[in-house]
């Protein structure tokens, strides 16, 4: 069975950074692609960023130049580095991914569980 793990949220003032961590556990054998998208209270669901399969990443105009999200090497987890966080970021961010499962091509796609992320004027 697979699992994704949402980690590395927190509290913070304007301009601070936070790393969050997205692992996949079970039997994994590869990422495919992997995001994490956004929602604050009262607002829609956003999507801040993700990279794919063929090393493409995409990031929200909101967070270009301050947000990266990149793979971990070896272990199965994706990162996001948020800097020169502002207000306006407060939210839950909650990792996606398709993971590669199967010697077959067999996938899993899910998600992990949010974590919460504050910042403060």
């Known amino acids: 069975q697979v699992q994704l793990v949402d980690s590395g949220g927190g509290s913070v003032q304007s301009g601070g950074s936070l790393r969050l961590s997205c692992a996949a556990s079970?039997?994994?054998?590869?990422?495919?692609?992997m995001g994490w998208y956004r929602q604050a209270p009262g607002k829609q669901r956003e999507l801040v960023a993700e990279?794919?399969?063929?090393?493409?990443?995409t990031y929200s105009d909101s967070v270009k130049g301050r947000f990266s999200i990149f793979r971990g090497g070896a272990e199965n987890t994706g990162y996001l580095q948020m800097n020169s966080l502002k207000p306006e970021d407060t939210a839950v961010y909650s990792c996606?991914?398709?993971?590669?499962?199967?010697?077959?091509?067999?996938?899993?796609?899910?998600w992990g569980q949010g974590t919460e992320v504050t910042v403060s004027s």
């Open positions: 996606y991914s398709e993971v590669l499962i199967g010697d077959d091509g067999t996938t899993w796609y899910g």
């Open positions: 990279f794919t399969r063929d090393g493409t990443t």
């Open positions: 079970g039997r994994v054998l590869s990422i495919n692609d």
